[in-house]
């Protein structure tokens, strides 16, 4: 099992651009959640999903935005990226409602210049 | 809302030297409560977790009890070594709300031969 992927490890953007990050499990996990890693700030949640085809806002949701069309997968979509979309992305995973602990990916470094 | 505050690193010891890590939190109900470890280029990693009051977490060494009147989690060992250096987080899950994780900012720990 790989577990939790990403794709891309790393990436630069200019103002404006548009990109998709993607986030894949093999472990057959329901849930699955988008988290950004800024320093001193910990990890925020972005967006989170809790099956196929569903998604729903967490803490910092603008100017991104989510699809769950499989189970395995989920993408980040930045529409028109800012500077302050420079972050480390973590994807993660859990089996479902009633598991305590998710699996997170190795994380996407975002730079917007 | 919820929240999580542990202590500012970074925390610089010596090898066999004793650890404490200060968490604690704000949370109606009940959460449950964890503490993640970061290391270097990887994705976090659930180190412990305890989920109702005065139970106690542990692994790899680490230990962590769960007090609710102190509203703390503070993560203990008794000997560092040089591979334990990494980014430690505390976070919380509260019941119900997709059991969604809070992170505290982090703490970064090196340990010296």
């Known amino acids: 099992n790989a577990g939790v992927t990403q794709t891309p490890k790393f990436r630069v953007l200019k103002t404006g651009q548009s990109m998709t990050l993607l986030c894949a499990q093999d472990?057959?996990?329901?849930?699955m959640y988008w988290y950004r890693q800024d320093p001193g700030m910990g990890l925020r949640l972005i967006h989170y999903s809790v099956g196929e085809g569903t998604t729903a806002k967490g803490e910092v949701p603008d100017g991104y935005n989510v699809s769950r069309l499989k189970k395995q997968n989920f993408l980040l979509g930045l529409e028109s990226a800012a500077p302050s979309q420079t972050s480390v992305y973590f994807c993660a995973s859990k089996i479902s409602g009633f598991s305590y602990e998710q699996y997170f990916g190795p994380g996407t470094r975002l730079t917007v210049t | 809302g919820d929240s999580v505050t542990q202590m500012e690193g970074p925390v610089t010891l010596s090898e066999e030297a004793f650890l404490t890590i200060n968490c604690t939190y704000t949370a109606t109900g009940y959460p449950s409560l964890f503490w993640y470890v970061q290391y270097p280029g990887e994705g976090l990693q659930l180190l412990l977790k305890a989920t109702k009051a005065d139970d106690k977490g542990s692994n790899k060494g680490f230990e962590a009890t769960y007090r609710k009147e102190t509203t703390s989690f503070h993560l203990e060992k008794g000997s560092v070594q040089v591979s334990d250096s990494a980014v430690y987080f505390c976070a919380l899950s509260s019941p119900g709300g997709y059991n969604k994780l809070i992170f505290g900012a982090g703490t970064r720990l090196a340990v010296h031969p």
């Open positions: 472990m057959n996990h329901e849930y």
